[in-house]
Nanobody
Framework: VQPQASGGGLVQAGGSLRLSCAASGRTFSSYGMGWFRQAPGKEREFVASINWSGIRTYYADSVKGRFTISRNNAKNTVYLQMNTLKPEDTAVYYC??????????????WGQGTQVTVSS
């Protein structure tokens, strides 16, 4: 499974963006998927994750109620809908496969990130 994130950009505070993660491989539907982000000078942090079926989702407290993770296994794609964006959401966002936990070392596959910039 090789994730590929897209959909980042520049948005004003209070705005919305939807990130997509297309993953190659016929076993996509068997993997938990996650989103992490990394701001300059900071460690990579957990944002959200979703189990293989899409029934269970998990969120960092900082994004709960504003972000929604979902997946379409028929399209091998995971989404991150981000609403009410704040300047502190500015970071490079990474899509990853292989787990649903908050520890980035538990994930097996990482894609290149997509930059999200929120202006105040």
């Amino acid at each position: 499974v090789q994730p590929q994130a897209s959909g980042g950009g520049l948005v004003q505070a209070g705005g919305s963006l939807r990130l997509s993660c297309a993953a190659s491989g016929r076993t996509f539907s068997s993997y938990g998927m996650g989103w992490f982000r990394q701001a300059p000078g900071k460690e990579r942090e957990f944002v959200a994750s979703i189990n293989w079926s899409g029934i269970r989702t998990y969120y960092a407290d900082s994004v709960k109620g504003r972000f929604t993770i979902s997946r379409n296994n028929a399209k091998n794609t995971v989404y991150l809908q981000m609403n009410t964006l704040k300047p502190e959401d500015t970071a490079v966002y990474y899509c990853t496969a292989g787990a649903v936990v908050t520890d980035p070392t538990a994930y097996d596959y990482w894609g290149q990130g997509t930059q999200v910039t929120v202006s105040s």
